[in-house]
């Protein structure tokens, strides 16, 4: 059980430095291949990737010249390798190969016997790359495959164990030209030589169990010949898979050189491969571990040595590199070099965050990441009925779960599963069992991770029944699980029926159903509950015994618990999690037999805090705010409206009481219209002016008040006059009714800024 985590150039130079940079890539990812050898308490399975160790060979083409910065590109090579943190158990051959058109030349330079990947061989790997060159045109620049795989089989197999896997991977960008070589014997015959040779060494190859991985990069390589090479070969994979049998790759470039590499890497050593993003640092870069790896590596190509990168687990720790934190084992290699890789051991599943930091003057080369990972799948089977009579069809499902008894999310984690099953039993042959995950037939949901198929029991069955279902994937450990039952003799004494789990629950919650029992018989039956295929602490059922009376016909509450929050070790922290068992039922009184063997999913969610229990009251809080809210503001408009001269009729009346001429007022300035009268001796007429000596506005009690510069206010009432001079008054017109807040198009709310004019 987890413990809970702390929160806490020319082509021909550039397709050189991509050939030389992957074999870094292919050295720093051979680590997953033998984990650390620190104790574990889970068995080995768990731990341990299906190969300890591979023997591996990578020829890298080299018909044509080299750049001086693909030599320093060598060098940088020879850096990663050394600090690939590699397993002690595997060995490395590197040798460049172009071909031989002279007496005094040879179409194979071996820069790198075969070298076992300890310290000190970590040490001599980063010298002896370094001498690999660029060939000048008088040393041959052909290309001579059969050579470079004669020299591949050679160093897979001289003095070592056949029982370790033999690899051998190709890097080319050309087809193969002998043309030129006169050990391929008269320059008429040579093309047909070397189509005679080249097949010659892949039977081989095939003898000795020597796989071929060819990788083409740019225009010239032929699909066709790099197929043959990859068929030709030893064709037998580290699973019985298609996608673990040797294929050929072409890319269109050299940039496509390591990402294409690695997913040869990853199929031929087993391993399952998650491509990530890619940016320039200073980036935060997430990829994702699945719930099923056991041992992975993330891979950092980080494009200059600059380059500094940290990592954080999905619960938000920052990592160590080395040594273990919480149920995890770390061990960087490559630190201070292009490429380095984080080896972790019982990964914790979920987004890892790769933080990239570069100084100024290397933030121009992109940082990418990648995880490689090695992985146990687990599975439980039921048949129903389990106790079936002759001649009867049987369901019988396979449900996938994780090593720790979750369910499987994501149906890419166990992508190009193949699952077989069988029946057997006393009294008939073997019969094959399909079982299938595509919704269709006797299975209900598709891509679910429940493979489920029928099978018709024989006739002829009697006694011991089995059924067995094997699941197979490359880069997870194979797991066959078995379901032994008996043949129903006629109609069963107890018969059962299980209903549907109710709801979901949260940690240290529970979930109900209904089981449904008769008893045909004139005497009590004990039966038993149990839960399988679950980690213990999980779930746990309840009663563990029901006791059936005679002839009674019953339906009883089944209760399924779920552990406390900390059986989870924070995996709550993702979100949802399903839990997958097996109910099963038990007549002890009739010799243990099964009754009911069903699988069961409980869905746990995170126990809610504070805001989620009461959200309502929030809810209700912050609605009284915004009514008060919407009521003071309700109140405030109401308020300015009340004082909005908008619509007064102004009438300007000369001392005889004529009407002089009449205004309507407009909004205003903080609710004050500001006028002026012009031309007050000749032709006197009421204008808008913003800083005018009169202003008027509305009186809440009716009419208006008229305010004079200085400061004075005077009321005015509707049929009353108040003097503005010697000789003229204002009054109010009978049209100065209060208008509609909106009756003009030139109308604002009157909750307008005050500068509103």
């Known amino acids: 059980m987890r413990t809970d985590r702390r929160r806490g ?168 030209d002998v043309t030129d070589s006169e050990k391929y014997g008269d320059p008429a015959h040579r093309e047909a030589e070397g189509e005679r040779q080249l097949a010659r060494e892949l039977k081989n190859a095939a003898a000795a169990n020597v796989q071929i991985w060819p990788l083409g990069f740019g225009p010239d390589p032929d699909q066709k010949q790099l197929d043959r090479m990859a068929a030709g070969g030893y064709q037998k994979g580290c699973v019985d898979l298609p996608s673990a049998r040797p294929t050929a790759r072409k890319v269109s470039g050299a940039k496509d050189v390591g990402p294409a590499l690695e997913k040869i890497f990853a199929a031929a050593h087993c391993l399952r491969y998650q491509p990530g993003p890619s940016k320039r640092p200073p980036a935060t870069l997430p990829i994702t571990i699945s719930p099923l790896a056991t041992v992975g590596s993330i891979v950092v190509d980080k494009g200059s040595p600059e380059v500094t990168v940290t990592y ?102 166990y992508a190009g599963l193949k699952v077989t099953g069988r029946l057997t039993g006393d009294g008939f042959a073997p019969r094959p069992l399909r079982l299938t995950d595509d919704g269709k037939g006797s299975d209900p949901t598709g891509s679910d991770g429940s493979f489920t198929g029928s099978v018709t029991v024989p006739k002829t069955a009697d006694g011991a029944l089995q059924v067995s279902g094997t699941l197979t994937a490359s880069g997870l450990s194979a797991d066959t699980r078995g379901e032994g039952g008996r043949i129903a003799p006629g109609a069963l004494p107890v018969t059962t029926a299980l209903g549907p789990l109710r709801g979901d629950a949260h940690p240290g919650g529970e979930v109900t159903a209904n089981l449904a029992v008769t008893n045909t018989t004139d005497a009590p039956h004990t039966l038993r509950l149990s839960l399988a295929d679950v980690r213990a602490g999980l779930l746990t059922v309840r009663p563990a015994e029901i006791v059936v009376r005679p002839g009674a016909s019953a339906t009883h509450e089944i209760t399924v618990g779920v552990g406390p929050e900390e059986s989870f070790g924070g995996r709550l922290d993702d979100g949802p999690l399903g839990i997958g068992g097996t109910l099963t039922v038990q007549d002890a009184t009739d010799d243990d037999r099964t009754l009911v063997r069903s699988p069961v999913s409980v869905q746990v969610t995170p126990e809610p805090g504070l805001l989620d229990r009461y959200w309502w009251v929030l809810v209700g809080a912050v609605a009284l705010i915004v009514a008060g809210v919407l009521l003071t503001l309700a109140w405030l408009r109401q308020r300015r409206g009340r004082r909005d001269p908008y619509g007064l009729m102004l009438h300007l009346i000369s001392e005889d009481g004529e009407v002089l001429g009449v205004h309507k ?91 509103y004019l």
């Open 9 to 176: 150039p020319a082509r021909a130079g550039r397709a050189g430095r991509a050939a030389l940079s992957v074999l870094a890539g292919a050295a720093v990812l051979i680590p997953l291949t033998a984990p650390a050898a620190a104790p574990d308490p889970r068995p080995a399975a768990a731990a341990a990737p299906a190969f300890a160790s591979v023997n591996y060979a990578v020829a890298v083409d080299q018909s044509a010249s080299l750049a001086p910065e693909d030599i320093r590109a060598e060098k940088a090579a020879a850096s990663r390798i050394a600090l690939g943190g590699v397993s002690a158990s595997s060995h490395i051959t590197v040798f460049g190969f172009a071909a031989a058109e002279s007496a005094d030349q040879r179409a194979v330079d071996p820069v790198c016997p075969r070298t076992k990947l300890d310290a000190a061989g970590r040490e001599s790997i980063g010298a002896c790359v370094g001498e690999l060159r660029g060939r000048k045109k008088s040393e041959g620049t052909g290309t001579d495959f059969p050579s470079a795989i004669r020299q591949g089989v050679h160093e897979l197999t001289s003095g070592t164990d056949p029982s370790v896997p033999r690899v051998l991977f190709l890097l080319t960008d050309g087809e193969m």
């Open 312 to 413: 954080t687990d999905p619960l938000g720790n920052k990592v160590p590199t080395t040594g273990r934190f919480a149920d995890s084992t770390f061990e960087l290699a490559g630190r201070g070099d292009t490429v380095e890789a984080l080896k972790i051991i019982d990964p914790l599943p979920g987004v890892w965050k790769i933080d990239a930091k570069a100084p100024e003057g290397h933030r121009s080369l992109p940082v990418a990441v990648s995880v490689l990972w090695q992985g146990e799948l687990r599975g439980s089977i039921t048949m129903d009925p389990p106790s079936p009579q002759a001649g009867q069809k049987t369901t019988v499902t396979m449900r996938l779960q994780t090593r720790e008894g979750y369910e499987i999310k994501d149906p890419a984690d």
């Open 665 to 755: 007022a407009g909004h205003g300035q903080k609710q004050w219209y500001a006028f002026d009268v012009a031309e007050a001796h000749s032709n006197p007429r009421i204008e808008r002016r913003t800083h005018g000596p009169y202003a008027v506005q509305r009186s809440p009690e009716g009419g208006a008040v008229l305010r004079r510069r200085g400061g004075a206010r005077t009321r005015l009432t509707a049929s009353g006059r108040v003097p503005l001079t010697d000789r003229l008054s204002l009054a109010l017109g009978e049209d100065s009714a209060r208008p509609g807040v909106f009756d003009s198009p030139d109308a604002v709310p009157t909750g307008a800024p005050d500068d």
